[in-house]
Nanobody, 122 residues
Protein backbone atom coordinates (compact mmCIF):
# COMPACT_ATOMS: atom_id res chain seq x y z
CA UNK A 1 0.00 0.00 0.00
CA UNK A 2 1.28 3.46 -0.94
CA UNK A 3 -0.20 6.71 0.31
CA UNK A 4 0.41 9.90 -1.64
CA UNK A 5 0.04 13.41 -0.26
CA UNK A 6 0.36 16.44 -2.54
CA UNK A 7 1.26 19.94 -1.46
CA UNK A 8 2.43 23.21 -2.93
CA UNK A 9 -0.66 24.34 -4.78
CA UNK A 10 -2.00 27.87 -4.56
CA UNK A 11 -2.89 31.05 -6.38
CA UNK A 12 -0.34 32.62 -8.69
CA UNK A 13 -0.39 35.25 -11.41
CA UNK A 14 0.18 34.31 -15.02
CA UNK A 15 3.89 34.00 -15.71
CA UNK A 16 4.62 32.92 -12.16
CA UNK A 17 5.91 29.64 -10.77
CA UNK A 18 4.87 26.95 -8.32
CA UNK A 19 6.48 23.73 -7.19
CA UNK A 20 4.21 20.85 -6.34
CA UNK A 21 5.42 18.06 -4.08
CA UNK A 22 4.03 14.59 -3.59
CA UNK A 23 5.25 12.66 -0.57
CA UNK A 24 4.85 8.89 -0.65
CA UNK A 25 4.69 6.39 2.16
CA UNK A 26 6.15 2.91 1.89
CA UNK A 27 9.59 1.42 1.41
CA UNK A 28 9.43 0.66 -2.32
CA UNK A 29 9.10 4.17 -3.72
CA UNK A 30 12.09 3.54 -5.97
CA UNK A 31 10.07 0.87 -7.79
CA UNK A 32 7.28 3.22 -8.81
CA UNK A 33 6.84 5.36 -11.86
CA UNK A 34 5.30 8.62 -10.71
CA UNK A 35 2.90 10.73 -12.69
CA UNK A 36 1.17 14.08 -12.40
CA UNK A 37 -2.34 14.59 -13.70
CA UNK A 38 -4.72 17.53 -13.62
CA UNK A 39 -8.43 18.12 -13.85
CA UNK A 40 -9.91 21.48 -14.70
CA UNK A 41 -13.55 22.35 -13.89
CA UNK A 42 -15.90 20.68 -16.34
CA UNK A 43 -13.10 18.73 -18.02
CA UNK A 44 -11.78 15.22 -17.83
CA UNK A 45 -8.63 14.45 -15.94
CA UNK A 46 -5.56 14.63 -18.16
CA UNK A 47 -2.05 13.32 -17.94
CA UNK A 48 0.62 16.01 -17.48
CA UNK A 49 3.99 14.37 -16.86
CA UNK A 50 5.65 11.17 -15.67
CA UNK A 51 9.04 10.05 -14.43
CA UNK A 52 10.28 6.47 -14.50
CA UNK A 53 10.98 4.60 -11.29
CA UNK A 54 14.72 5.24 -11.69
CA UNK A 55 14.10 8.94 -12.15
CA UNK A 56 16.01 8.95 -15.42
CA UNK A 57 13.27 9.01 -18.05
CA UNK A 58 10.55 11.63 -18.22
CA UNK A 59 7.59 12.39 -20.42
CA UNK A 60 5.42 15.51 -20.80
CA UNK A 61 2.36 16.54 -22.70
CA UNK A 62 3.11 19.08 -25.40
CA UNK A 63 1.35 21.96 -23.68
CA UNK A 64 3.74 21.92 -20.70
CA UNK A 65 7.01 21.02 -22.41
CA UNK A 66 9.67 23.59 -21.65
CA UNK A 67 7.64 25.01 -18.75
CA UNK A 68 7.17 22.08 -16.34
CA UNK A 69 9.81 19.76 -14.93
CA UNK A 70 9.10 16.52 -13.12
CA UNK A 71 11.71 15.02 -10.84
CA UNK A 72 11.90 12.17 -8.35
CA UNK A 73 13.95 11.93 -5.18
CA UNK A 74 13.98 8.29 -4.12
CA UNK A 75 15.88 9.10 -0.93
CA UNK A 76 13.07 11.42 0.19
CA UNK A 77 10.19 9.38 -1.26
CA UNK A 78 9.04 12.52 -3.03
CA UNK A 79 8.18 13.54 -6.57
CA UNK A 80 8.11 17.17 -7.65
CA UNK A 81 6.52 19.17 -10.42
CA UNK A 82 8.22 22.49 -11.02
CA UNK A 83 5.85 24.70 -12.97
CA UNK A 84 7.17 27.87 -14.59
CA UNK A 85 5.60 30.42 -16.92
CA UNK A 86 2.18 29.43 -15.69
CA UNK A 87 -0.86 30.24 -17.78
CA UNK A 88 -4.52 30.59 -16.80
CA UNK A 89 -5.24 27.37 -18.72
CA UNK A 90 -3.00 25.52 -16.24
CA UNK A 91 -5.64 26.11 -13.57
CA UNK A 92 -6.78 22.73 -12.25
CA UNK A 93 -6.61 20.30 -9.39
CA UNK A 94 -3.30 18.48 -9.71
CA UNK A 95 -2.95 14.86 -8.65
CA UNK A 96 0.08 12.64 -8.31
CA UNK A 97 -0.12 8.94 -8.96
CA UNK A 98 2.12 5.88 -8.66
CA UNK A 99 2.50 2.89 -10.98
CA UNK A 100 4.51 -0.15 -9.94
CA UNK A 101 7.36 -0.89 -12.37
CA UNK A 102 5.49 0.32 -15.46
CA UNK A 103 6.40 3.27 -17.64
CA UNK A 104 4.75 4.60 -20.73
CA UNK A 105 2.38 7.17 -22.11
CA UNK A 106 -0.79 5.28 -21.26
CA UNK A 107 -0.35 3.05 -18.25
CA UNK A 108 -2.59 2.24 -15.34
CA UNK A 109 -1.68 3.85 -12.05
CA UNK A 110 -2.10 1.96 -8.82
CA UNK A 111 -2.34 4.76 -6.26
CA UNK A 112 -3.57 8.35 -6.30
CA UNK A 113 -3.23 11.36 -4.06
CA UNK A 114 -6.08 13.61 -2.97
CA UNK A 115 -5.07 16.52 -5.19
CA UNK A 116 -3.92 20.09 -4.73
CA UNK A 117 -5.52 23.16 -6.32
CA UNK A 118 -3.52 25.35 -8.67
CA UNK A 119 -5.12 28.61 -9.78
CA UNK A 120 -3.45 30.92 -12.26
CA UNK A 121 -4.92 34.39 -12.58
CA UNK A 122 -4.65 36.46 -15.74
Amino acid sequence: QVQLVESGGGLVQAGGSLRLSCAASGRTFSSYTMGWFRQAPGKEREFVAAVSWSGVTTYYIDSVKGRFTISKDNAKNTVYLQMNSLKPEDTAVYYCAAAYKRFGIKIDYDYWGQGTQVTVSS
